[in-house]
């Protein structure tokens, strides 16, 4: 039913929401009534600071379902979690009806916590559904709540599914930094679909968000060559410290030799002065 | 629901000289009726500029009659959700009133399911009354859709905002009231909308919150509303745009705040009646926190402010320099 220890996760979460609201609160959110009643009526009760949360927890969530975190949550979409945590889950049909119609008739803040709940639920398979109509949405809020520390996509979508949720990122400036899986799950078809994404950008004289290549690097190929060329031929520092990036990911003879050419690049990146995670600051 | 039905009916007037608004610069302005559903991004930006920092959109009708309950539904959706969000793109504040509309109520095996879902939405974050209803014709339909709705208003304690006819208004207005009394309502949480010189009295005497909507040609001109604020002052009258898909205008609320200033009306009052009165009657609803959109100039959207996240920010839409005819 569940692919994660869901009881341990069910006390750290309660040992939060403990320590962020009143114990009157905790007593309502636990009350027996419609889940729907409760889950639109939450922040009257919760509020919606920003939750307290220990390195510990943090750590303990982490390791339990890695890559997940509820940092930086606010009280009313962790209580949601909660929620739909203490929800019964033994009949699938029931589960399923009762989670979508939350989702059929949610504003945005229910909508994050919705999304951003999707590691927790039981029965994963079901919501791969509802997490590629997400992604189409042109919400902030809701695209990050699906794309940052949220390990379902990853772990969940097919690659076309996967694909637009990366391109998706891209074209809705996000921080790929947060997305879980997007190395791992980086392959041929998204590296070949960036390139013709990025001659779009070239054509019109747009800018070129240097991560991009990060999800080319280990494809290039004769034909993924020509751009990575194009970088140090035609881009700024920049540019050429991401086709180093890229090129550092490959096994492609020429470009590897290409790279020897640029000892100070080779020199940052072994001494891991250069990286993704630093060329996107 | 507002106003003008027809455009054929628009008569063009010599258009007065134009009013600055320098003179209103930093000044905060609330739009307490505006459907910016119907309205462009470029409206959104003119108001961010202008200084409104928050509004409310009633559920209205759109024009075209709904066929079918799934529309109502996803347009209710759609108040809570993309509007919202798109507002929030303008660093605006965007509350809103959920209800049937007089003129749909009258499609009465619709207006049944309208009724069921209704309790759904009444109590999601942001809607910040019943609304807008009331009568159109005046018919026993609409009647018994109001006379439902304020029953739904009292078990839930949201503040009503009323809707008043265009025709019959005056008789329509203090009926709207006289029915709103007659369930138990507290006058000082229904909103009478759409006032003019002649239903304004009775609304204040009665303790309603007086709304005007500054809308050309059909409703209030705001030189008509700096009489009105003259006359009555400051205290439970507020004004709005109800900006639509008619010819309208979303920057009602700081031109009319503009004129009253040239006008002589006290920065006080300017204050309650573009502003503050608004807060005071739909905050009622427990729905609105002034602290989301008060900070000067800055108005964010908090919940799109995610982990130090930047691009969505209200208010840090790329700008487009329309005086070019580059488009890039």
């Known amino acids: ?281 | 629901m507002c106003c003008t039905h027809s455009f054929e009916e628009v008569k063009s007037e010599p258009l007065s000289p134009p009013v600055s608004l320098d003179g209103i610069k930093g000044m905060k302005f609330f739009d307490p009726h505006v459907h910016m559903t119907s309205r462009t991004t470029d409206d959104y930006q003119a108001m961010a500029d202008a200084g409104v920092v928050a509004l409310i959109e009633p559920a209205f009708w759109l024009g075209q009659p709904r066929t079918g309950i799934d529309t109502f539904r996803d347009y209710y959706s759609s108040l809570i959700g993309w509007e919202r969000f798109r507002s929030s793109q303008f660093g605006i504040k965007h509350y809103c009133t959920i209800g049937l509309n007089s003129r749909e109520a009258n499609n009465e095996a619709l207006a049944e399911q309208v009724m069921e879902i209704l309790p759904l939405f009444i109590y999601k974050e942001g809607v910040v009354g019943i609304g807008e209803i009331g009568f159109d014709d005046q018919t026993p339909a609409e009647e018994k859709y109001y006379r439902l709705q304020l029953e739904l208003a009292k078990e839930s304690g949201l503040p009503v905002q009323i809707h008043t006819p265009h025709r019959d208004k005056k008789g329509g207005t203090k009926r709207s009231m006289d029915i709103a009394i007659e369930h138990g309502l507290d006058p000082y949480k229904v909103i009478v909308d759409h006032n003019n010189e002649e239903t304004v009295k009775e609304v204040l005497d009665r303790g309603f919150w007086a709304a005007f909507t500054i809308y050309p040609f059909t409703k209030m001109g705001n030189e008509r509303m700096v009489d009105i604020a003259k006359q009555y002052g400051s205290e439970r009258i507020m004004v709005n745009s109800a900006a639509d898909w008619g010819i309208s205008d979303p920057l009602a609320v700081p031109k009319t705040a503009a004129l009253m200033k040239i006008r002589g009306i006290s920065a006080a009052d300017i204050e309650l009646i573009t502003y503050r009165n608004a807060i005071t009657a739909f905050a009622q609803s427990g729905q609105i926190d002034e602290a989301d959109f008060a900070s000067a100039g800055s108005a964010i959207d908090q919940s799109q402010k995610f982990e130090g996240n930047t691009i969505l920010r209200g208010g840090q839409q790329p700008r487009i320099d329309k005086s070019s005819i580059i488009i890039s």
């Open chain 1, 1 to 281: 039913m569940f692919n994660y220890k869901v009881d341990e996760i069910r006390s750290i979460l309660k040992a939060i929401v403990q320590a962020n609201t009143t114990r009157d609160v905790l007593a309502w959110l636990e009350e027996k009534r419609a889940l729907n009643t409760s889950f639109v009526l939450l922040p009257r009760k919760t509020g919606k600071a920003i939750i307290n949360i220990t390195a510990h927890q943090s750590k303990q969530i982490d390791t339990i379902i890695p890559g997940f975190s509820v940092d930086g949550w606010s009280i009313d979409r962790l209580g949601r979690a909660y929620l739909l945590l203490n929800l019964d889950a033994s009949d699938q049909k029931e589960y399923f009806r009762v989670i979508e119609a939350l989702f059929l008739a949610a504003e945005i803040g229910e909508l994050v916590a919705l999304y951003s709940t999707l590691p927790l639920l039981a029965y994963p398979e079901i919501w791969v559904k509802r997490c590629s109509e997400g992604i189409r949405s042109n919400i902030g809020s809701v695209l990050e709540a699906i794309m940052y520390h949220n390990p379902y996509p990853a772990q969940n979508l097919d690659q076309s599914a996967w694909n637009q949720l990366v391109l998706k990122a891209f074209f809705t400036d996000k921080d790929i930094n947060k997305i879980i899986g997007i190395d791992t799950r980086a392959n041929k078809e998204l590296a070949y679909i960036i390139s013709d994404y990025i001659h779009e950008r070239w054509a019109a004289k747009r800018e070129v968000n240097p991560n991009l290549w990060r999800l080319v690097g280990k494809f290039i190929d004769e034909k993924l060559f020509e751009d990575i060329k194009r970088l140090f031929e035609e881009g700024n520092l920049v540019d050429r410290k991401a086709g180093a990036l890229a090129i550092s990911q490959s096994n492609y003879q020429p470009a590897i030799a290409l790279l020897t050419k640029y000892p100070e690049l080779v020199t940052a990146i072994e001494n891991k002065n250069l990286n993704w995670d630093s060329l996107s600051r």
